[in-house]
């Protein structure tokens, strides 16, 4: 491999030739061989959209020369388009700043737009890191990977899954089947409505997110080091959320308290809790689908779901209800990311918090997660449910908590003497009604109809 080499102010360091990157961030590679887990990629791509926003702002406000203010850009848009997915090895066990990360961004756009304009010399620092600290930068990257992500995957994948629940509905609008309740029967349901009850958590944990995620709009760039905002122009912060909002489609403001944003990371906190609600509501869709399609034959069986692959290595024929697992595996880590992010924003110290990297790490896998999660989701199990009538009106009529209906007409304690009696001597709940004198059959007739019941 040949290399050349680069220096920064600790000295000389010998980097791959072949590579972008610069002194530190070789530094970072040497010194954090930990783990395989690197900065996500959605980061990086908020790094090269908030470099290039400032460099126009810096540009605006007269600090940076236009053909180097160009040059900056034109090389974050190139990062933005994925020209250099490799440039970007650094491990999320890094230092708690994120600093590395910043550095990492700012050496290789310097070096991209040295190569693509040899007559320029643009440094990391000077003239791509000017008005900026590692410690604004990186919270402001790491809010907008969260909020753009939110909206690029998260949300379209919500509202496909909430338009099948939908669809569902419709086509079983006149589908009677048992409720239940602490896993026991209950009174009768429309299996619409047990659907409508799935697409309400979905469109209630949607409104969630979305509430919570506006709290990150709130970006910390312009306060530099400490919150003082030191070596930054008046009016930098305001310009560059400006390009950053033209730039990504999504509107970011300058938070209003640098020292709050620089070292707290409540809305974090905020936005991941929603996101751990989204996964407590898809773990109970995803259970509630597994169990009513649970069988074949020996189990309730009262929906059927798309058979995708064998289910067993020794037992010829069986199918599993593959996709609910693996939604619900992916709502256990979302929760424990959670409790990271809780455990890691809880940690700032003075004027900054320094577990950036692993807090950005886990809310950008718990978005990717849910997101990839509910389209696979949709696409190979809920699109192929299907209801299982016969089996859900054997269950309904079979059920002894039709008895409930009978309450206003012959009184709580005798329709519960007729439940007990039907199920002790496993006769019908008609049977044990008529036995025990309490109505004629015509009465009971009357008065037990299911589809009065819901």
Same mark, same amino acid.
């Given at each position: 491999?040949? @290399?050349?080499?680069?220096?920064?102010?600790?000295g000389e360091?010998?980097v791959?030739?072949?590579?972008?990157?610069?002194?530190?961030?070789?530094?970072?590679?040497?010194?954090f061989?930990?783990?395989?887990?690197?900065?996500?990629?959605?980061?990086?791509?908020?790094?090269a959209?908030?470099? %290039?926003?400032?460099?126009?702002?810096?540009?605006?406000l007269?600090?940076?020369?236009?053909?180097?203010a160009?040059?900056?850009?034109?090389?974050?848009?190139d990062?933005?388009?994925?020209k @250099?997915?490799?440039?970007?090895?650094?491990?999320v066990?890094?230092?708690? %700043?994120?600093?590395?990360?910043?550095?990492n961004?700012?050496?290789?756009?310097?070096?991209?737009?040295?190569?693509?304009?040899? /007559?320029?010399k643009?440094?990391?620092?000077?003239?791509?890191?000017?008005?900026q600290?590692?410690?604004?930068?990186?919270p402001?990257?790491?809010?907008m990977?969260?909020?753009?992500?939110?909206?690029?995957q998260?949300?379209?994948?919500?509202?496909?899954?909430?338009?099948?629940?939908?669809?569902l509905?419709?086509?079983?609008?006149?589908?009677l089947?048992? =409720?239940r309740?602490h896993?026991?029967?209950?009174?009768p349901?429309?299996?619409?409505?047990?659907?409508? =009850?799935?697409?309400?958590?979905?469109?209630?944990?949607r409104?969630?997110?979305?509430e919570a995620?506006?709290? *990150?709009r709130?970006?910390?760039?312009?306060?530099?080091?400490? !919150?003082?905002?030191?070596?930054c122009?008046?009016?930098?912060?305001t310009?560059?959320c400006e390009?950053?909002?033209?730039? %990504? !489609?999504?509107?970011f403001?300058?938070?209003s308290?640098?020292y709050?944003?620089?070292t707290?990371?409540?809305?974090?906190v905020?936005?991941?809790?929603?996101?751990?609600?989204?996964?407590?509501?898809?773990?109970?869709?995803?259970?509630?689908?597994?169990?009513?399609?649970?069988?074949?034959?020996c189990?309730?069986?009262?929906?059927?779901?798309?058979?995708n /692959?064998p289910g067993?290595?020794?037992?010829?024929?069986?199918?599993?209800?593959?996709?609910?697992?693996?939604?619900t595996?992916?709502?256990?880590? +979302?929760? =424990?990311?959670?409790?990271?992010?809780?455990?890691?924003?809880?940690?700032g110290?003075?004027?900054?918090n320094?577990f950036?990297?692993?807090?950005? @790490?886990?809310?950008?896998?718990?978005?990717? *997660?849910?997101?990839?999660?509910? +389209?696979?989701?949709?696409?190979h199990?809920v699109? !192929?449910i299907?209801a299982?009538?016969?089996?859900?009106?054997?269950?309904?009529?079979?059920?002894?908590m *039709?008895?409930?209906?009978?309450?206003?007409?012959? !009184? @709580?304690?005798?329709?519960?003497?007729?439940?007990?009696?039907?199920?002790?001597e496993?006769?019908? *709940?008609?049977?044990?009604?008529l036995?025990?004198g309490?109505?004629?059959?015509s009465?009971?007739d009357?008065?037990?109809?299911?589809?009065k019941?819901?």
């Amino acid at each position: 491999m040949e @290399y050349r080499i680069e220096h920064d102010t600790m000295g000389e360091v010998c980097v791959p030739a072949e590579h972008f990157w610069g002194a530190q961030t070789e530094r970072s590679l040497e010194n954090f061989r930990i783990g395989t887990e690197t900065i996500p990629r959605e980061v990086i791509h908020a790094f090269a959209v908030l470099k %290039s926003a400032a460099a126009t702002a810096n540009h605006a406000l007269g600090k940076l020369p236009e053909a180097e203010a160009q040059a900056i850009t034109d090389a974050c848009r190139d990062i933005c388009d994925g020209k @250099y997915p490799k440039e970007f090895p650094l491990k999320v066990w890094q230092t708690g %700043s994120g600093t590395q990360s910043n550095m990492n961004m700012n050496e290789v756009i310097a070096h991209i737009a040295m190569h693509d304009h040899p /007559e320029l010399k643009i440094h990391p620092n000077d003239h791509v890191n000017m008005s900026q600290s590692s410690n604004d930068t990186f919270p402001t990257a790491m809010n907008m990977a969260a909020v753009l992500a939110i909206h690029a995957q998260l949300i379209p994948a919500i509202d496909t899954l909430i338009a099948t629940m939908k669809r569902l509905e419709e086509e079983n609008h006149d589908v009677l089947k048992i =409720g239940r309740t602490h896993l026991q029967d209950a009174v009768p349901i429309r299996f619409s409505q047990e659907i409508s =009850g799935w697409r309400g958590m979905l469109e209630e944990s949607r409104a969630q997110i979305l509430e919570a995620s506006d709290h *990150l709009r709130k970006l910390a760039i312009g306060g530099t080091a400490v !919150g003082t905002g030191l070596n930054c122009p008046a009016g930098f912060d305001t310009a560059c959320c400006e390009e950053i909002s033209r730039l %990504s !489609g999504q509107t970011f403001t300058p938070s209003s308290n640098k020292y709050h944003a620089l070292t707290s990371k409540d809305g974090y906190v905020f936005t991941s809790g929603a996101l751990k609600g989204l996964a407590a509501n898809l773990m109970k869709i995803a259970n509630d689908i597994r169990w009513l399609a649970n069988g074949p034959r020996c189990g309730l069986g009262e929906i059927s779901i798309p058979e995708n /692959e064998p289910g067993s290595s020794i037992m010829p024929g069986k199918v599993n209800p593959t996709q609910c697992e693996a939604i619900t595996m992916i709502a256990i880590q +979302v929760m =424990g990311n959670d409790s990271t992010i809780g455990i890691g924003a809880s940690q700032g110290n003075f004027e900054l918090n320094v577990f950036m990297p692993v807090l950005a @790490y886990n809310m950008m896998q718990s978005i990717r *997660l849910l997101s990839d999660g509910m +389209v696979s989701f949709e696409l190979h199990c809920v699109r !192929g449910i299907k209801a299982k009538k016969e089996k859900m009106n054997e269950n309904l009529r079979n059920s002894l908590m *039709l008895v409930t209906c009978l309450s206003p007409v012959i !009184g @709580y304690e005798n329709a519960a003497a007729c439940a007990h009696k039907a199920f002790e001597e496993n006769t019908t *709940l008609k049977e044990a009604v008529l036995a025990l004198g309490f109505l004629s059959e015509s009465e009971y007739d009357e008065a037990v109809r299911p589809e009065k019941m819901v």
